[in-house]
Every structure is written in C-alpha cells, then in structure tokens.
C-alpha cells in the first residue's frame, strides 16, 4: 500500500507538467506564415521603382513586405530618405537590419516584424510592393484610406485590379516570348519580364461643391456633383438655379491637385472655363481663367457639402 503511494506521488508532478506544457502552448498565439513567398526583387528593377517614384531626400519610403530590406536600403543609401521595412518574418527583418548595419544606415531606416495590414503606413510618402495580385486587392483600401494624397505607390508585377496605373513600365520585355503572368512566386526564375506599376494616392472629391463666380449679370452661384471612381472625375455643374446641367471635362485629379473645363453660356455664347485648385479637405482653392484668356485668373473657392461626401477606399 505504502509503496503504490510513494509511485502516485512521483508520478503525478509528470502529469502536471504535460498538463500545463500542453495548456501553455494552445494558449499562446502562433507567428502568423507569410502569405507571399521571398522572392528577391532585381537590382535593375529597384533602381526603376525608386526612378519612377522620383524618390528623394525629404521623402519617408515604407516597403511592404520588405523582405531583405535592399529596396529600403538603396533608397536610404543613395537617395537619403528616410525608410522603414515591414515583413510578417522575423528571419528576414533579423537579415534587413544586418543588412543596413553592413550599408551604415541604421541611422535612418527601421525595421518591423508585423503583419502590412496591421501597420501605421500613415508617414509614407512612398511606398512600395513586390506582393500578389489578390494580395494588393485586399490592401488597396488601407492605402486609400490612409495615405495622405500625393503618396506615391510603386508595385513590382502586381496591379490593383481596376485601379488603373497613373504609369507603368517594363524591364526587358519580351512578350512575344512570354505569356502575361500573374500570381506566380516562380515569375523571377521563369520569366525575364518585370512590369512596374506606379499610382498617385488621389483626393476624395465625391460629392457637391459650391462656389461663387463673376458673370455678366453679377455673382452666380455653382454647384458641382463630382462623381469619382479612383483617379477619374466626372460630375455635373449647376449654374445659379438652373436645372440644366453642364458637364465637366477633362476632369482630373493628381494628389490633391484637381483640373476641369466647363462650357458655360454666358448671353448667347458658349465659354470655355478652365478651373485649377487644390484640394484642402472639404475646401478646393485655386484660380479660374476663360480660354483666350491666359493671362487673366479669378480666385476660386468651392466648398463641399459635409453630407455628400463618400468614402472610395473600395
């Protein structure tokens, strides 16, 4: 009796253990895998991306998925920005800051283990991408919403979907040769082909807009019901009363920058007025100048109704 009693005593402290061994490590949340594969982006293609994104010393450049940290790296090195790297792996940002002690710039970059779509991305003024399609998909609604417009974005292969490029470009084409490819982590060993996207974060100017103008018979009153999908504008304007409506064209907006013409009746002739500002919020500010008129520009100021505005980070 006394015996079976000392082998329960003995025995039992195991079977705590592998208890609370088993316990503590269900509890304990595992490193999330990285959902793109680390494939090295080209020295010729870095050179590009930072090229096309016009990178320079006053910019903060954040690469998404940083991997080794060369892109971030370079630009620190020869450009002077300041950069930071993000990658999910803890092996690769052990190597990005290996890296940048080796080029002498851990002044002036920092590098983090977290996942993109959790990250502050809201100092950048670059960033940059060597991700996937459906991956760019789901992270294209933080950049919009959190990325001052002007920010310039650069992916390497990899598109928005519908969001057009403002630009693109690409390093030893051979299309003939090579299918159009995708989402494939193979594209650098089986392809010489790299496609280099490049996109201005726009400002948000869905909804109406009021403003005054000079006209023949004094000040008019106009609104203007900006439709956006992206970078591309389209709306209607709406002189003083009038329920007829006049187009805008040649709408665009560049960053916070934004250009249109209207054709606006004034008598019995038609006036081309080109309109130019900058988007402050909910306030536009700029000037207005009549075609054959160069030299002559009026002030603008349009307001938005706070109630028309719409999100586009889609």
Same mark, same amino acid.
């Given at each position: 009796?006394?015996?079976?009693?000392?082998?329960?005593?003995?025995?039992?402290?195991?079977?705590?253990?592998?208890?609370?061994?088993?316990?503590?490590?269900?509890?304990?949340?595992?490193?999330?895998?990285?959902?793109?594969?680390?494939?090295?982006?080209?020295?010729?293609?870095?050179?590009?991306?930072?090229?096309?994104?016009?990178?320079?010393?006053?910019?903060?450049?954040?690469?998404?998925?940083?991997?080794?940290?060369?892109?971030?790296?370079?630009?620190?090195?020869?450009?002077?920005?300041?950069?930071?790297?993000?990658?999910?792996?803890?092996?690769?940002?052990?190597?990005?800051?290996?890296? +940048? #002690?080796?080029?002498? %710039?851990? =002044?002036?970059?920092?590098?983090?283990? /977290?996942?993109? !779509?959790?990250? $502050?991305?809201? @100092?950048?003024?670059?960033?940059?991408?060597?991700?996937?399609?459906?991956?760019?998909?789901?992270?294209?609604?933080?950049?919009?919403?959190?990325?001052?417009?002007?920010?310039?974005?650069?992916?390497?292969?990899?598109?928005?979907?519908?969001?057009?490029?403002?630009?693109?470009?690409?390093?030893?084409?051979?299309?003939?040769?090579?299918?159009?490819?995708?989402?494939?982590?193979?594209?650098?060993?089986?392809?010489?082909?790299?496609?280099?996207?490049?996109?201005?974060?726009?400002?948000?100017?869905?909804?109406?807009?009021?403003?005054?103008?000079?006209?023949?018979?004094?000040?008019?009153?106009?609104?203007?019901?900006?439709?956006?999908?992206?970078?591309?504008?389209?709306?209607?304007?709406?002189?003083?009363?009038? +329920? #007829?409506?006049?187009? %805008?064209? =040649?709408?665009?907006?560049?960053?916070? /920058?934004?250009? !249109?013409?209207? $054709?606006?009746? @004034?008598?019995?002739?038609?006036?081309?007025?080109?309109?130019?500002?900058?988007?402050?919020?909910?306030?536009?500010?700029?000037?207005?100048?009549?075609?054959?008129?160069?030299?002559?520009?009026?002030?603008?100021?349009?307001?938005?109704?706070?109630?028309?505005?719409?999100?586009?980070?889609?």
């Amino acid at each position: 009796m006394t015996k079976k009693r000392i082998q329960v005593r003995n025995i039992f402290p195991g079977f705590l253990t592998l208890f609370l061994i088993a316990h503590i490590s269900g509890a304990v949340p595992q490193q999330k895998r990285p959902e793109v594969p680390y494939v090295p982006t080209p020295e010729e293609v870095v050179v590009e991306m930072l090229k096309m994104a016009d990178v320079g010393k006053n910019d903060v450049l954040y690469d998404l998925g940083c991997g080794d940290g060369r892109i971030v790296i370079k630009a620190v090195r020869e450009l002077g920005c300041r950069g930071v790297g993000i990658d999910i792996d803890p092996v690769r940002i052990k190597e990005c800051r290996k890296n +940048a #002690v080796n080029a002498g %710039v851990t =002044d002036k970059v920092e590098f983090f283990v /977290k996942d993109l !779509f959790q990250a $502050d991305i809201s @100092q950048a003024t670059v960033v940059t991408l060597y991700l996937l399609s459906k991956v760019n998909l789901r992270l294209r609604p933080k950049l919009l919403r959190e990325l001052a417009p002007g920010t310039r974005v650069v992916s390497h292969d990899f598109g928005m979907g519908e969001w057009e490029p403002d630009k693109s470009t690409v390093i030893n084409d051979d299309d003939e040769k090579f299918p159009p490819v995708y989402d494939t982590f193979m594209l650098d060993f089986n392809w010489r082909v790299h496609h280099i996207h490049f996109w201005i974060i726009p400002a948000n100017l869905t909804g109406t807009w009021q403003w005054t103008m000079p006209a023949i018979s004094g000040n008019k009153r106009y609104s203007l019901t900006i439709e956006q999908v992206f970078q591309k504008i389209s709306g209607k304007t709406f002189e003083g009363s009038s +329920a #007829v409506p006049v187009n %805008v064209k =040649d709408g665009r907006i560049r960053g916070n /920058k934004l250009e !249109f013409t209207l $054709d606006l009746k @004034q008598k019995e002739f038609l006036r081309k007025v080109h309109f130019e500002g900058f988007v402050k919020g909910h306030a536009i500010e700029g000037f207005i100048r009549a075609e054959g008129e160069p030299e002559t520009k009026v002030k603008w100021r349009a307001e938005r109704i706070l109630s028309t505005f719409r999100p586009i980070d889609k």
